[in-house]
């Protein structure tokens, strides 16, 4: 890299008109990057507690060697895990960037490219070339991000993960630990602070675990690399604009191999989009051991993407014997929902706090929520109806709240990316459309499992279940 830097100075600046904001189209870390599937980033936060190194849904495929992809998550992690315990977590300090890299001469060709295109984006040569001055091809990253092995994780696993013991003892910590700075925080933008305080403790288990690898260097390679790399390219020139801001230098932006940055894990388009300097001191500095600002560039992001203050995330529901599933994708009010025999697990009907529907994250056996506008506004951080739970959930039990009432079936898991592909081609040759194969459960796949359901006398609640897969192949 020494020698590409010595190249570099030998080649004059182009002049260029500053670059625009180039924050995604709303999403959280939003695209921590789309490793296995949107699936593969759910994981990605709920073990950061659990993993001695870290890393973006449904109950959930998800990898077992993820970066953190923002839930952007978005955003996936752990390498191996480690038995939780109940210890209140101190907050790591800040860890050196992990440079492992190794001479590439097609790396170093790319760089010399790639400084052409963020010079005429508006990056001066200065700020590239103090970006670069470590900078190197990280073989490691490549291979986390084709190695992505899926297995699965029924959704009451991962909801007992991301609101385990450990996490919640910790979190009520750290709560009144920030209790001054969650409080001005949730005044300013509005956004609770256990919603916020939940966000950190699945992003990066209340930061001890940030990560620890270049970002340039990573964000670099996976460019050069080419599989997604307009994506990271993309990341790249955001992380440029971040350095040339000032905010802070590249030796300390650290964080996952994917890109996701900080306490609460922004990808840097994410970071230029949303995040804040709450504490007054010139920088947005998310890196640090002082969280406020993540914190409150965390509301700031859930802010903009349409939190209402004073609506709950969501409800868990009893539903009566007999309920026709048929309803449970439609949007009613909780008192409409309540003439329907729907209510609280306190036999009372939940408030009228806004339009609601019915969440079956494991089917009409599993438990069952009434869920607002704000956990839409969630997944806007991470696109996933498990990272969300686990949020809304996390956040409850942060806030005093106690376990889930309801109990999940026994046995039951998420299927495979190829096992929902098989669902969705066996229903469309039994004539019940799913709008393609892709093995991504969306509304016109679960519609067409509700009409086979129908069809077949099964309860109506479009649940791609591995037993339902069983009766499509028979």
């Not at 300013?188 to 209340?206: F, L, P």
Request: cysteine-free; aromatic content about 8%; charged content about 25%.
């Amino acid at each position: 890299m020494r020698q590409i830097l010595s190249i570099l100075t030998a080649i004059p600046v182009l002049a260029a008109p500053a670059h625009a904001d180039p924050a995604l189209s709303g999403l959280r870390p939003e695209a921590r990057p789309f490793s296995v599937s949107v699936q593969a980033r759910a994981l990605k936060a709920i073990d950061a507690s659990e993993a001695t190194t870290r890393l973006r849904t449904e109950p959930v495929a998800v990898a077992t060697d993820f970066g953190l992809a923002r839930s952007l998550r978005p955003r996936v992690r752990p390498a191996a895990l480690r038995q939780a315990t109940t210890k209140t977590v101190a907050l790591a300090p800040a860890v050196p960037p992990k440079i492992e890299g190794e001479a590439n001469a097609g790396f170093d060709r790319w760089v010399l490219g790639f400084r052409q295109r963020a010079l005429a984006k508006g990056i001066s040569s200065r700020t590239f070339g103090q970006a670069f001055t470590h900078a190197a091809f990280l073989p490691k990253v490549i291979e986390r991000d084709r190695n992505q092995s899926e297995f699965t994780l029924s959704i009451g696993d991962y909801l007992g993960r991301a609101a385990s013991d450990s996490r919640v003892t910790n979190g009520r910590q750290k709560a009144a630990d920030h209790a001054s700075t969650l409080r001005r925080i949730e005044d300013r933008y509005g956004v609770d602070r256990q919603i916020v305080a939940a966000i950190w403790g699945m992003e990066s288990n209340y930061g001890s675990n940030r990560g620890d690898t270049h970002l340039v260097s990573a964000l670099a390679t996976l460019a050069y690399e080419g599989r997604r790399g307009e994506f990271f390219e993309q990341q790249l020139m955001a992380a440029l604009e971040i350095l040339q801001t000032g905010d802070t230098t590249e030796d300390v932006m650290s964080g996952s191999w994917a890109g996701a940055m900080g306490h609460t894990q922004f990808i840097p388009t994410s970071y230029l989009a949303y995040a804040v300097d709450f504490t007054g001191d010139g920088k947005r500095d998310i890196w640090s051991e002082d969280p406020t600002d993540a914190l409150a560039s965390t509301a700031a992001y859930l802010a903009k993407s349409g939190w209402v203050k004073g609506m709950p995330w969501g409800v868990e529901v009893k539903v009566p014997a007999g309920f026709d599933f048929r309803h449970a994708g439609e949007a009613r009010m909780p008192s409409d929902w309540a003439r329907l025999g729907v209510t609280g697990t306190d036999g009372r009907p939940v408030g009228d706090f806004g339009s609601a529907r019915m969440l079956l994250p494991a089917g009409a056996k599993g438990i069952a929520f009434l869920v607002f506008k704000n956990f839409d506004v969630i997944k806007r951080y991470n696109a996933s109806d498990a990272y969300a739970l686990g949020v809304g959930h996390l956040g409850d039990r942060i806030a005093g709240g106690g376990p889930l009432k309801g109990s999940w079936p026994e046995g039951e898991r998420s299927l495979k990316r190829d096992e929902a592909k098989e669902l969705q081609s066996l229903l469309t040759r039994r004539g019940f459309s799913t709008g393609g194969v892709d093995g991504r459960i969306g509304s016109m796949t679960k519609a067409a499992i509700r009409d086979f359901q129908l069809a077949e006398g099964i309860a109506p609640d479009g649940y791609p279940s591995v037993d339902l897969l069983r009766k499509l192949r028979n």
